[in-house]
Every structure is written in C-alpha cells, then in structure tokens.
C-alpha cells in the first residue's frame, strides 16, 4: 500500500493546517491509521491514531484538545487537522497504516508497517 502525506507548510504560531493522507489500498477501511513526527534532531514520536472503523482515537497528551484525527473511508484519506499550533509541533509529519486490519488503535511506531513520505510543517513564533 502507498501513503501520500499532503498540507504541510509555514504557519505562524497560533494558526491552523490540515494534513491529509491518501491511502492506495482498497481495504483501507479495514485498518487502524497513525500520525506520527520527527523533528530535527529527535526521535520519531506519535501523534494521533484512529482506529479503523473511525470510532476511537488516541492523542500524544501534547496534542490534546488542538489536534483531531479524523478519516474518510470512502475517499481512502485519514486527515489531521491542527489548531492553536505551537513552534514546538513543528516537524515532519508522517502518516502510517497498521500491518494488520481490524486491530485496536496502536499508539506504538513498531505496530505501523506503511509509511508515508512525509510533510514537512513549520511554526513561526
């Protein structure tokens, strides 16, 4: 399966951006959905995931209360959309796919096998 991550950009601090992830896989309903990110010099961390049904989400405790994960099975997208955003969200952003379909939500990167290239988002203070 092959993710296109897409809506990464420049935003002043306290500004908004709407990421967007387009799945190829047909069965793209089936499976739980992840963002994660990487800012320079650190480690990959998780974002936000949905399951796949759409019925749950999980949030890194950062993130709480500005970001919301949603997807449209139908268009085969899981979106990220992010508000009152900080200089510190700023990173890559990458969406990924569950290995496995109709599983509980996964917070953890070792449980996400598709990976998508990447957007990149900067927050200007």
């Known amino acids: 399966v092959q993710l296109q991550a897409s809506g990464g950009g420049l935003v002043q601090a306290g500004g908004s951006l709407r990421l967007s992830c387009a799945a190829s896989?047909?069965?793209?309903?089936?499976?739980?959905m992840g963002w994660f990110r990487q800012a320079p010099g650190k480690e990959r961390e998780f974002v936000a995931a949905?399951?796949?049904?759409?019925?749950?989400?999980r949030y890194t405790d950062s993130v709480k209360g500005r970001f919301t994960i949603s997807r449209d099975n139908a268009q085969n997208t899981v979106y990220l959309q992010m508000n009152s955003l900080k200089p510190e969200d700023a990173a890559v952003y990458y969406c990924?796919?569950?290995?496995?379909?109709?599983?509980?939500?996964?917070?953890?990167?070792?449980?996400?096998?598709?990976w998508g290239q990447g957007t990149l988002v900067t927050v200007s203070s």
């Open positions: 990924a796919a569950d290995w496995a379909p109709k599983r509980p939500v996964q917070t953890a990167m070792h449980e996400y096998h598709y």
């Open positions: 896989r047909r069965t793209f309903g089936n499976y739980g």
């Open positions: 949905i399951s796949w049904g759409g019925f749950i989400t």
